[in-house]
């Protein structure tokens, strides 16, 4: 009887071997993920420049916080485009999701926000203070929301006062217990 189970033992522990180490590269590679910006000269003509009239406003970090502070209590994630880089990091905590998103997919990311209720984005409540001295990577110099059910999500602006990031947890707690 031994010799029938040997041969389905080892091929679990096989199994289980290649699925362990799979998930283990898997997650390595996603944590320190590589620049591949290329910074290139162009020798073509300079673009047909704009006219102040035509250039679309750049908005203030205040203009930014407010459109959050208004959207994402409201579900309408749309509202935002106007305030997101051409290029959006979303980080959902605890999955293997997201990365760079275009404006059109980050809108679409942050459906995943849908569950939250009550927002509150006081920067100086007790649970935003928690969440920046358990993560200052992800909450340091961000724009935080929390729910009180629970969620968080950090926006961090750029230089030009444009959303580049976005860190979103479905329950806090397991940042900041």
């Given at each position: 009887?031994?010799?029938?189970?040997l041969?389905a033992?080892?091929f679990v522990?096989?199994?289980?071997?290649?699925a362990?180490?799979?998930?283990y590269?898997?997650?390595?590679s996603?944590s320190?993920?590589?620049?591949?910006?290329?910074?290139t000269?162009?020798?073509t003509?300079?673009?047909?420049?704009?006219?102040?009239?035509?250039?679309?406003?750049?908005p203030?970090?205040?203009?930014?916080?407010?459109s959050?502070?208004?959207s994402?209590?409201a579900?309408k994630?749309a509202?935002?485009?106007?305030v997101?880089?051409d290029?959006?990091s979303?980080?959902?905590y605890?999955?293997?999701?997201?990365?760079?998103k275009?404006k059109?997919?980050t809108?679409?990311?942050l459906?995943?926000?849908n569950?939250?209720t009550?927002w509150?984005f006081?920067?100086?409540s007790?649970i935003a203070?928690?969440?920046?001295?358990?993560?200052?990577?992800n909450?340091?110099?961000?724009?935080?929301?929390?729910?009180?059910?629970?969620?968080?999500?950090?926006?961090?602006?750029?230089?030009?006062?444009?959303?580049?990031?976005?860190?979103?947890?479905a329950?806090y707690?397991l940042?900041?217990?």
């Amino acid at each position: 009887m031994l010799s029938k189970l040997l041969p389905a033992a080892l091929f679990v522990i096989v199994v289980g071997g290649i699925a362990g180490a799979a998930f283990y590269f898997g997650r390595m590679s996603k944590s320190s993920p590589v620049d591949t910006t290329v910074n290139t000269v162009s020798s073509t003509p300079a673009a047909k420049q704009v006219s102040p009239a035509q250039a679309t406003p750049t908005p203030s970090p205040t203009d930014t916080t407010q459109s959050i502070k208004t959207s994402i209590p409201a579900k309408k994630y749309a509202d935002l485009s106007s305030v997101l880089a051409d290029s959006v990091s979303i980080t959902l905590y605890a999955t293997e999701c997201c990365g760079p998103k275009t404006k059109a997919e980050t809108i679409t990311q942050l459906a995943y926000l849908n569950g939250a209720t009550n927002w509150s984005f006081d920067q100086a409540s007790p649970i935003a203070v928690k969440l920046i001295a358990a993560d200052p990577t992800n909450f340091k110099n961000t724009v935080i929301g929390t729910s009180s059910n629970n969620y968080a999500v950090a926006f961090h602006l750029n230089a030009a006062a444009m959303i580049d990031k976005i860190f979103i947890v479905a329950d806090y707690h397991l940042i900041a217990p």
